[in-house]
């Protein structure tokens, strides 16, 4: 694959011919877990699904209707007609009834901490004050736990700022009508009367008036958007300092953090980040947010922090100072879940059942360790498969879960989704306990888990029984919070086996060499990888339309509809927007009497947050959207619609994440260069089967990503807690 030099432009336009055998990967860049801007954080929050408004849960939103029963049926019979969506719900909601009851049973006493001294003290001290129930925790800017393991609040008090609902609520029409009412006497969009009320409840015009920041909870809502709204609400009581605004601007900052993955960030980040919104005291504003339970405050590694102490060199002791971290009660509560459930699969010890079975590299880990980390590319899927199929022999139940229908498709029926699995609609169902009635998980596709996805898993374990998490680590880690593939890895407290199989052909041989962050030539005699130079976005858009309806499918033998772009975000020039768009109106074109779409267009679902359905337009009608999404119905509530789907011949590389098509477009765009990353590209060129195109507009930022750009770094504490629970294992 050929790269164009330096400051030479990319090519000539390309003439309406078929893929020419001139080999070359460009690479786009991901805007979006890492956009700030509201309308691109939503969509990439949601468009990686579509819809971050509704404000879901990764893993705990639904998109569907439940049909409405009859009053003289049974429970049981009415559980039975619950649609995916709905079982989804439940469950997750039961799992989380059951993982607060549990960590409100575990005694967590305060340690004395009386090795720590200057701002570690203070923070401890704050932490305290806060358990109790005592004002003077408003003394302290910000408040570390005394132990890597457990949240420094023991019951926080409701944050000013909600957390975002787990599904979308239910809401009366009365309560949008005044919701409605209170947005139009602020000036704010009356759009969003029916998100803002699915977000505040039932009160919602009423908390509205009393805190109008609470606006901040809406995905999409920015600060000085919310500040007029209060400005037109409050009047002259209204200004920079108020405490209600300052607990707002908290939350969302660590609500912004974790769109694009972060479970916690950095107290002095966040005091920062009050100081650019122009709060006047931004310590203050921390100390006020700690102290009513709006954040959580972490210092892991705290025995770390006392041993310094102790040492005769101070110096190295402040370079070796933990940082303190600030979080979210919710994700706080997912990490330290996912570290115990993940502590005790990996201390369960040996299992005898596994001897009887074929002494693989796989079999032996799993034989010996509750929890077993495999890697390795697409190819690699067939070890942990073979091993799910050899326990079968041995009497053991075993599941392999996917990312995604896709996933599923090409693995067979055998496969469930996560989120099947999670809901009971896919999988063995649950024993009497509520845990998974299996006796090996594997999980494919596991750099896609967020936390709060992993800890549900983890969470619906049995005691007895195996978790083989498996995936690439090369890919672009999950659109939700967390790195919980990674950090497993990074902890090292578990067995882990990497695949030798790699993965076959052009494709798999240009992949692996990114992976290592070389930019190789590749022979590619079948027209396997094709470089197409553009000069321009417009051009760029020109010639995707055209190899997706004319080239591929006459040069490669792909048709059209297994064929998937992947672009670098949603907007700009050549983004997804634009890309959908120009392939509708040459594919499909229509009216879009459907809220936009019309029978036989390609869409993108979210009906969770990080979690994408690739699908098509089947019909609309009273109840809502009807898609067919790779073979599964689904059916979009029409007042979702909006949100939660798009056109979907092109997608960002963290929507197509988890699923692969026989033939992929990749639009490098010359405004991409700011974006692009090694994992980005790694994830774009691995999509493609058996044939990969790449319109190529990015000139040297391409090769310089995949030498020189890693992947952005997440903040997050399930590595050390997992390191404090399990000793490393080398």
């Given amino acids: 694959m050929t790269v164009p030099s330096r400051g030479t432009p990319p090519g000539s336009p390309a003439e309406d011919r078929a893929p020419t055998d001139e080999a070359a990967a460009p690479a786009p860049g991901t805007d979006e877990v890492a956009a700030p801007a509201s309308a691109d954080v939503t969509d990439d929050g949601s468009a990686e699904g579509a819809g971050a408004d509704a404000g879901g849960e990764a893993g705990g939103e639904a998109g569907g209707a439940v049909e409405a029963g009859g009053t003289d049926r049974t429970e049981a019979e009415k559980a039975a007609e619950l649609s995916e969506a709905e079982a989804e719900l439940i469950a997750q909601r039961e799992l989380r009834a059951k993982i607060e009851q549990r960590k409100a049973e575990k005694d967590a006493p305060i340690e004395s901490g009386t090795k720590l001294s200057g701002t570690a003290a203070d923070l401890l001290a704050a932490v305290r004050a806060v358990e109790s129930g005592e004002k003077s925790g408003t003394a302290f800017f910000d408040s570390p736990a005394p132990a890597p393991r457990r949240p420094a609040a023991a019951e926080p008090v409701r944050p000013r700022v909600p957390q975002p609902a787990q599904a979308p609520r239910a809401t009366a029409p009365e309560t949008v009508t005044t919701v409605r009412a209170v947005l139009a006497e602020g000036g704010a969009p009356e759009s969003l009367a029916a998100q803002v009320a699915s977000a505040l409840g039932e009160r919602a015009a009423d908390a509205l008036r009393e805190d109008p920041w609470r606006l901040l909870s809406v995905p999409g809502v920015r600060p000085e958007q919310a500040d007029g709204f209060a400005r037109a609400l409050l009047g002259a009581e209204c200004g920079p300092g108020d405490e209600r605004r300052a607990a707002a601007l908290v939350g969302w900052q660590l609500e912004r953090a974790a769109l694009q993955g972060h479970t916690a960030l950095e107290s002095s980040s966040v005091r920062a980040a009050l100081a650019e919104r122009s709060v006047p005291d931004p310590d203050e504003a921390l100390q006020q947010a700690i102290a009513e339970g709006a954040v959580l405050v972490f210092q892991d590694g705290v025995e770390d922090v006392e041993q310094a102490a102790d040492g005769e060199d101070t110096e190295d002791s402040e370079q070796q100072a933990v940082p303190v971290l600030l979080g979210l009660d919710r994700y706080a509560l997912a990490e330290e879940s996912l570290a115990d459930g993940l502590a005790r699969l990996a201390k369960s010890g040996a299992d005898a059942r596994w001897e009887a079975a074929e002494p693989t590299e796989l079999v032996r880990a799993v034989a010996a360790s509750g929890l077993v980390a495999h890697t390795g590319g697409e190819a690699a899927r067939a070890e942990p498969v073979a091993l799910a199929d050899a326990s079968g022999a041995l009497g053991l139940r075993a599941v392999v879960a996917v990312h995604s229908e896709n996933g599923s498709r090409r693995l067979g029926p055998a496969a469930v989704t996560v989120a099947g699995l999670l809901s009971g609609a896919e999988g063995p169902g649950r024993d009497a306990d509520g845990a998974f009635a299996l006796d090996l998980l594997v999980v494919l596709d596991a750099p896609q888990l967020d936390v709060e996805t992993a800890a549900m898993l983890v969470e619906s374990m049995p005691d007895s ?23 497993v890895l990074a902890a090292r407290v578990c067995p882990q086996i990497a695949s030798r199989t790699p993965d076959p052909g052009p494709i798999g041989e240009l992949v692996s060499g990114i992976g290592i962050g070389e930019l190789n030539q590749v022979e590619a005699p079948g027209k396997e990888v094709v470089i197409v130079p553009v000069r321009d976005a417009g051009e760029a858009v020109h010639r995707t339309v055209q190899l997706v309806a004319d080239s591929v499918p006459r040069a490669i033998g792909v048709p059209t509809e297994e064929t998937q772009v992947i ?74 619609v909006e949100s939660a789907v798009r056109h979907g011949w092109a997608l960002t590389a963290h929507q197509a994440a988890g699923m692969r098509w026989p033939a992929a477009v990749v639009v490098l765009p010359g405004d991409a260069a700011q974006a692009l990353s090694r994992p980005w590209v790694y994830t774009a060129f691995s999509r493609g089967e058996r044939h990969l195109s790449v319109v190529h507009g990015a000139d040297q930022a391409l090769p310089r990503a995949v030498a020189e750009v890693p992947a952005q770094d997440r903040t997050t504490r399930l590595r050390p807690l997992l390191e404090g629970l399990l000793a490393p294992t080398t």
């Fill in 465 to 487: 029984s195996r978790l083989v998490l498996s995936g690439d680590p090369g890919v672009l880690s999950s659109a939700g919070a967390g790195r919980v593939f990674a950090d």
């Fill in 567 to 640: 672009t670098v975000g949603h907007g700009g020039s050549a983004g997804t927007r634009a890309l959908n768009a120009a392939l509708k109106q040459r594919l499909n074109p229509g009216p879009g009497r459907f809220g936009g779409f019309d029978p036989g267009d390609r869409v993108a679902y979210a009906p969770a947050l990080g979690r994408t359905l690739s699908g098509t337009v089947v019909s609309a009608d009273g109840e809502g959207l009807h898609l067919d999404c790779e073979g599964t119905p689904a059916v979009v509530p029409k007042e979702r």
